[in-house]
């Protein structure tokens, strides 16, 4: 991937910053609304937390859209210096794997909830159809879609943030600092 020479000394920048802290304050929204919310089955009605967990999930597959495009054009700072190639390795596979289920996630629910023809109202429009409600060969997305967000988003998030406070406590380097107001 390039590197973007005017980030190399400096960490992410203000935008990169930006768009990483504001999706994570939309996933803890997001995984609040899915664990309070009503079990979802046939005829469950779309109450307010079905509603948010909606709304929420598509502005975070927005969000993730755009931040998507800025890291392809604007690219990623240079690595740290002295940071061992196996973790630089797996960092970046953590991170595309994280990139990649920021936007299967919410995709898959909006197929389900489309599937299940529930409405998704966005401050009062409806938001457009991916497939029509009953659509053959679509009924799998619903499991998924929790399966996905559950284990797999959240496993990887966990070794995300170990990843990342592990720099900053036990190799006090300077990796969390890039991504942190201020650098
Ligand atoms: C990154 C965004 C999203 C995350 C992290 C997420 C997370 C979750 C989780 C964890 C569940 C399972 C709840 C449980 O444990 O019972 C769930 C269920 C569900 N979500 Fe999402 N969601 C996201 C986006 C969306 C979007 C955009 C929609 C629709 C527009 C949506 C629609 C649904 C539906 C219909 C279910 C019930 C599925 C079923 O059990 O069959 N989600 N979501
Ligand atoms: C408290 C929680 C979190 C902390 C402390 C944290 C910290 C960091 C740090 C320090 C970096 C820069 C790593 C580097 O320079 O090599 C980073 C990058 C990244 N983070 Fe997080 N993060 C957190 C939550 C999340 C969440 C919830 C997601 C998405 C689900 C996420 C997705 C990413 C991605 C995709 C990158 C790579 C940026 C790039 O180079 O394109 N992070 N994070």
């Given at each position: 991937m390039t590197v973007d020479a005017t980030q190399s000394r400096s960490g992410y920048t203000g935008t990169a910053k930006t768009l990483h802290w504001l999706i994570v304050a939309l996933l803890i929204a997001q995984?609040?609304?899915?664990?309070?919310?009503?079990?979802?089955?046939?005829d469950t009605p779309v109450t307010t937390l079905i509603s948010l967990h909606f709304t929420f999930g598509v502005i975070v597959l927005a969000v993730a859209v755009i931040r998507l495009l800025v890291?392809?054009?604007?690219?990623?700072?240079?690595?740290?210096?002295?940071?061992?190639?196996?973790q630089e390795t797996s960092s970046q596979i953590v991170h595309w794997l994280l990139y990649a289920l920021l936007l299967i996630v919410p995709l898959?629910?909006?197929?389900?909830?489309?599937?299940?023809?529930?409405p998704i109202i966005m401050f009062g429009y409806q938001v457009p159809h991916l497939i029509?409600?009953?659509t053959p060969g679509w009924q799998w997305t619903g499991d998924v879609?929790?399966?996905?967000?559950?284990?797999?988003?959240?496993?990887?998030?966990?070794?995300?943030?170990?990843?990342?406070?592990?720099?900053?406590?036990?190799?006090?380097?300077g990796v969390l600092k890039r991504m942190l107001p201020g650098r």
């Open positions: 995984f609040i609304f899915a664990w309070t919310m009503p079990g979802i089955r046939r890291r392809l054009v604007r690219g990623a700072p240079a690595p740290e210096p002295g940071i061992p190639a196996w898959l629910g909006w197929i389900n909830a489309d599937f299940r023809g529930m029509a409600a009953r879609h929790g399966l996905l967000a559950n284990y797999v988003m959240l496993a990887l998030i966990g070794l995300h943030v170990l990843g990342a406070l592990y720099h900053h406590f036990v190799m006090r380097d």
